[in-house]
């Protein structure tokens, strides 16, 4: 399966990224990739919206804790927009939820 990667802009300071797919030991340094082509910009508050997201592995979370680590070293954050209840269900198990601000909508990570 092949993983499709879509930025934007939400505001000055918040940048997104839609990822659709499944998000694994193959795709995901196509996922790494663009989140860290959105960070050499000095993007630093970024929405990761998994929406479209039907599978994540350990790797695929790698990806996501390596972003996050880079973003707060620049004072910034990463939102992750979630309401798939099996993906909800990695981050709870890997205690990921403890890091990781997960909401159901953009607008609520926005607010977030």
Excluded: H, W
């Excluded at 000055?12 to 990739?33: A, H, Q």
């Excluded at 979630?82 to 953009?106: A, H, M, P």
């Amino acid at each position: 399966m092949n993983v499709k990667t879509y930025t934007k802009e939400i505001n000055n300071e918040i940048r997104g990224i839609n990822i659709e797919g499944e998000i694994d030991v193959y795709t995901s340094p196509k996922v790494k990739e663009a989140l860290n082509d959105l960070i050499q910009k000095g993007n630093y508050n970024i929405i990761v919206n998994l929406e479209e997201v039907s599978y994540i592995d350990s790797t695929g979370l790698g990806v996501l804790i390596g972003a996050l680590k880079r973003v707060k070293e620049n004072k910034g954050d990463i939102k992750l927009v979630c309401t798939n209840l099996q993906i909800k269900k990695i981050f709870d198990i890997t205690g990921l939820v403890k890091i990781f601000d997960l909401y159901d909508t953009e607008e609520q990570a926005l607010k977030g």
